[in-house]
């Protein structure tokens, strides 16, 4: 591996399993593209994290990865598919990207940066160079992966309040953790349908710090 090649590893944050098998330096579209090769080691089912055989390689794809020195930045690679008895044929998880996803990890994460500090998401869009339902695309997986990261730790008070957005009467139902100083739900509508459906959220745990609330 040269030092470029090594350079751009690290950049990367690729683990053992993915080396830089090229980059293609093209000047005339003011682009990097890094093609990586999976190094050909064990393999696990993206569903149940158990080691599989190597069924074959899926056809090569891109993501957009952050600008190198203002080029825009490629990662190109060939993702091997696992051979799951339970699940059958996978393709496997890569370390720089989420599933179904165009854009690496590190890419969505400075675009939620933008969009959070843009006046706009329009004015964001413009910014990333994306387009305003990749915008969105990118906001929903931001989320997703928040949830999964939140803890379930006991809430010992909680409020609900409701917010128009839009135009006309059109409404949505907030839970939000005052001590934490989060939201925790939100869902349609102002009604108790809608408060029922935000305390279905909470889990066991959460409800058992808020006393007699939920008894």
């Not at 593209?33 to 569903?47: D, F, T």
């Not at 091997?80 to 008895?85: E, F, I, L, N």
């Not at 387009?131 to 997703?144: D, F, K, L, P, Y």
Request: one cysteine or more.
């Amino acid at each position: 591996m040269n030092e470029l090649h090594a350079h751009y590893r690290l950049l990367v944050g690729l683990d053992d399993q993915w080396q830089v098998q090229n980059v293609d330096l093209q000047m005339d579209a003011n682009r990097v593209v890094i093609q990586l090769r999976h190094s050909g080691g064990k393999l696990c089912c993206p569903e149940f994290q158990d080691e599989c055989s190597r069924a074959d390689t899926a056809p090569t794809r891109r993501w957009r990865h952050l600008d190198t020195m203002q080029f825009e930045t490629i990662i190109e690679a060939a993702i091997p598919r696992s051979q799951c008895a339970q699940c059958g044929v996978k393709t496997i998880a890569v370390p720089w990207a989420g599933k179904h996803s165009r854009f690496t990890l590190m890419f969505e994460a400075f675009a939620i940066k933008v969009l959070q500090s843009a006046s706009s998401v329009l004015a964001a869009t413009k910014l990333l160079k994306i387009s305003w339902n990749t915008a969105h695309e990118i906001m929903q997986r931001g989320v997703e992966r928040g949830l999964q990261r939140r803890d379930t730790d006991p809430i010992e008070t909680i409020g609900i309040d409701e917010k128009s957005f839009g135009k006309g009467q059109d409404y949505v139902s907030l839970m939000g953790d005052l001590e934490g100083s989060r939201v925790l739900e939100v869902v349609k509508d102002r009604s108790k349908e809608s408060c029922d459906k935000l305390f279905d959220s909470l889990t066991d745990e959460q409800k058992s710090g808020m006393g007699n609330l939920f008894q």
